[in-house]
């Protein structure tokens, strides 16, 4: 591993123990400014969006979503599922959050030691441990009981604990989305000079609304816009299969061909791994429904949703980094697939002096 990437390590190990419960993100978008500014990014804020540029910012643009998923206090010693109370109690298709989905949850979680703190400065305010959960007939709804937080006042959000774990070649921890977020930071470290969005809310599905306002607001029609994020699989035969995940469409809108090929031709010229994502999922689909089953959904991402919301004002692709463990604390990414995503990245952004 050389040094520049052994600095991004160090990064994500310092990233990772900040929390960014989705809905309370401020105090995340603080730690980023001052990694940023350290780095030579002039930093704007705005609702639900910090803005990162360097000195060409229409060079390349790059958004990442910073929340993660956590608790948030509802009442004396109650605690509910934070994506569920941000998001209106609605899943990322907008439906209604089933029991299924509720009970799955309750058991990712279990006895995960959590951290409290305050929304805005970030500031410490005490840990505990998720003792049980229940799903509440009354409201249908999902409640966490932790021991240790009972002094807790509504609206505090509680993070789930976590620090950065490598064993051989593999990174674990909460890695969605904090993973792309730090490569993104590690980027102006090695000479990036274009834009990058860094987006809250988007586990509850709202980012896209806080990027959008920002291009309708400031930066015109693009059809360049890449959103890295992290992709799940079943398993790391599944992962491993490919460096780097490509789509070119999820549950809402098909992708900017161009863009998308430009990925593709990159990732061959690079002789790095690729697959599509939509490919893969229907590809599963047809066994499915073969053997009678239902099918799966394409998914439902930043991208995607921009493009639907604009009607193609704001268009582009996703780059993807797979990883298994989805929405757990021990969620696994590869250090060759973070290496071979750093190098596409350098690459689209000019960044020539960088090798991996």
């Not at 989705?22 to 730690?31: L, M, Q, Y």
């Not at 029609?221 to 070119?248: C, E, F, G, H």
């Not at 066994?287 to 004002?313: D, Q, W, Y």
Request: charged letters at 20%; aromatic letters at 10%; one cysteine or more.
């Amino acid at each position: 591993m050389d040094h520049r990437f052994a600095e991004f390590i160090d990064l994500l190990k310092s990233l990772i123990r900040q929390p960014c419960v989705v809905g309370a993100e401020h105090s995340f978008f603080r730690v980023l400014q001052r990694e940023l500014e350290e780095r030579g990014a002039k930093i704007t804020w705005y609702e639900g969006l910090l803005v990162a540029q360097g000195r060409q910012p229409n060079s390349a643009m790059f958004s990442a979503h910073i929340d993660r998923h956590g608790l948030i206090c509802t009442g004396p010693n109650e605690f509910q599922y934070a994506a569920f109370v941000s998001g209106h109690r609605s899943d990322l298709l907008g439906n209604a959050v089933s029991e299924e989905l509720m009970q799955k949850i309750g058991e990712r979680f279990e006895s995960t030691p959590v951290m409290a703190y305050e929304p805005w400065s970030g500031a410490y305010r005490g840990s505990g441990v998720i003792k049980n959960t229940a799903i509440c007939e009354f409201r249908n709804n999902l409640i966490f009981e932790l021991e240790g937080l009972e002094h807790l006042v509504a609206g505090t959000p509680v993070a789930f604990r976590d620090g950065l774990k490598i064993e051989g070649n593999l990174l674990s921890g909460q890695l969605d989305n904090v993973l792309t977020a730090a490569l993104l930071v590690h980027l102006f470290s090695l000479g990036f000079e274009g834009t990058a969005f860094f987006t809250a809310q988007e586990e509850s599905g709202s980012s896209w609304r806080y990027l959008l306002e920002w291009f309708r607001r400031f930066g015109g029609s693009t059809n360049q816009l890449i959103v890295v994020d992290t992709s799940p699989y079943p398993d790391r035969k599944a992962a491993d299969v490919q460096q780097v995940v490509l789509r070119r469409k999820d549950n809402h809108a098909h992708y900017n061909t161009e863009t998308t090929d430009q990925l593709v031709n990159l990732c061959e010229q690079l002789d790095i791994s690729y697959s599509f994502k939509d490919a893969f999922v229907e590809k599963q689909n047809r066994e499915l429904v073969s053997k009678g089953l239902p099918p799966k959904s394409l998914g439902s991402t930043e991208m995607g949703r921009i493009t639907l919301a604009s009607n193609g004002f704001v268009h582009g692709t996703t780059l993807q980094i797979p990883t298994t463990g989805y929405h757990t604390m021990s969620e696994t990414a590869s250090i060759e697939s973070c290496q071979a995503f750093l190098k596409l990245l350098t690459v689209l952004s000019g960044i020539k002096h960088y090798k991996v």
